[in-house]
């Protein structure tokens, strides 16, 4: 559900004639040297490919039309191995509409002083090209990303790592499609949102479908069909048949596996890569969808729950940016206040995302108290422990806006025996006071996509090249 594995990054190597053609011959080996051993340390998880050095406007503009023109490249990064007078990029950069890298970095770690001369200073200059070069980007306004230091550091590695991942979700987010299945919820306030101004600054596409449309796709699901997924399920999770006989049981869950077949043939159908559902529009369904949707969720499948095509949207993005890990769907329920302890139960009706699961979760039956439907299975489980983001997309009519959280996820310390519903559980940064505080006044909503695998970096990397306003809450 997530295919990245045929993108690329370019890497371009800022240099001029001046020195001659015996030094650009160096420039070129070193540019060789570097972009081999970047790929062979295993830290990128993407491929650099080394281009023509960048010695002239032509050649600049060149390849930076290759990029914006070719699918598989994703970005740029660029290396001033010696000084390139920044004029000759000015053509090329503007051109550019992929993120950009500065790798503000230099062949040779130390400087030799014992065979140091002025060929070796004229050869080396990283520091004199990266001031040139950097000021073009600042006036150009070009929101590119600069990565500081020695080129074989693990930590330099992980800088470049940690964007390249920013950038493959940047070029995805203009190929989401959400498709929704009903309307938002009825009276709520903060799921609603301009779906023409997100297509316009995010890429994003959203349809509206009758939930009668996916209720001809789950008719036409054959039993064989059902079986199959049935016994996936029984390889992959425990099963709680608590108050109900063993064929009840089954009959629901079966339900689900059917719906997990028809929602993830529609959405191929259409090109879809998030969906959302609605509890109040459920004509013609036996069940709210439940473990179907943790099931498409954990495959990679944005969602969220209540119409909310804004955060599907955000977690269809995140899922690619964090290669589906520890990525999604979360609302914010209960609090819990005893001194020294403060932090929030993160759930939902159903819809909690496994890739979140510390434990193997199992398949549980259970009414739901709203939408009006046969109980529904679902998979329960607790939430693993970790570092990490919770991030909110919301409209404020004029303008969208996002909201960072830094958080702390634990393992819930006692068992909750009578909640059916997934659970995890996490403590808000700088503290509760001050975190839930600055959520609230901000207008952050109770939908969200947490991440215990990507950083604050990476979302404000993300909103600028957006042009998104964003708060930092940490
Ligand atoms: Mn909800």
Redesign the pocket.
């Known amino acids: 559900m997530i295919t990245t594995e045929k993108k690329e990054f370019w890497f371009v190597v800022g240099s001029q004639h001046l020195y001659g053609e015996e030094a650009l011959a160096e420039v070129k080996a070193h540019a060789q040297t570097m972009t081999d051993a970047l790929n062979e340390s295993g830290a990128l998880p993407y491929p650099l490919v080394l281009q023509d050095l960048a010695v002239s406007a032509g050649k600049i503009t060149s390849i930076m039309k290759e990029v914006n023109y070719r699918d598989e490249v994703v970005g740029v990064i660029t290396w001033m191995h010696t000084f390139s007078p920044a004029k000759m990029w000015i053509r090329g950069t503007k051109l550019l509409q992929k993120p950009l890298l500065h790798l503000a970095t230099q062949f040779n770690e130390s400087i030799p002083w014992s065979t140091f001369d002025m060929d070796f200073m004229n050869l080396n200059q990283s520091a004199h090209g990266d001031r040139e070069y950097g000021f073009i980007n600042a006036r150009l306004k070009k929101q590119n990303k600069v990565v500081v230091g020695y080129w074989e550091r693990p930590e330099v590695q992980q800088q470049i790592a940690d964007w390249m991942d920013v950038a493959v979700a940047y070029n995805e987010s203009f190929d989401i499609k959400v498709a929704r299945f009903g309307d938002n919820m009825r009276n709520v306030a903060v799921t609603e949102g301009d779906k023409v101004e997100a297509q316009i600054q995010f890429g994003w596409t959203v349809d509206y479908f009758g939930i009668g449309d996916l209720v001809q796709y789950v008719d036409a699901v054959t039993d064989e069909e059902i079986n199959d997924l049935f016994a996936e399920y029984a390889d992959l999770y425990e099963f709680e048949y608590s108050n109900y006989s063993q064929e009840d049981w089954e009959k629901s869950v079966k339900v689900q596996a059917s719906y997990e077949i028809a929602i993830n043939r529609f959405l191929n159908d259409g090109g879809y890569t998030a969906f959302t559902s609605n509890f109040e529009d459920l004509y013609g369904m036996k069940q709210l969808p439940g473990l179907a949707v943790q099931r498409l969720m954990a495959q990679g499948y944005g969602f969220a729950?209540?119409g909310d095509w804004k955060t599907a949207a955000l977690n269809r993005l995140l899922k690619v940016m964090s290669h589906n890990k520890s990525t999604g769907f979360m609302?914010d329920y209960t609090y819990e206040l005893a001194t020294g302890q403060e932090s929030i139960l993160q759930s939902?009706m159903l819809e909690v995302d496994p890739s979140l699961a510390s434990n193997k979760p199992k398949i549980v039956v259970s009414p739901l108290g709203i939408g009006n439907r046969e109980d529904a299975a679902r998979l329960v489980f607790d939430g693993k422990a970790g570092d990490g983001v919770v991030v909110s997309m919301v409209d404020f009519g004029t303008y969208y806006k996002l909201l960072i959280n830094e958080v702390s996820a634990f393992e819930p310390p006692v068992p909750a025996p009578n909640l059916p519903v997934a659970r995890v559980l996490w403590k808000v940064k700088p503290n509760f006071q001050d975190g839930v505080k600055a959520w609230v006044e901000n207008g952050g909503g109770h939908?969200t996509v947490v991440s215990l695998n990507l950083t604050t970096d990476q979302i404000i990397t993300y909103a600028k090249l957006v042009d998104l306003e964003y708060v930092v809450i940490n």
């Open positions: 729950g209540e609302e939902h939908h």
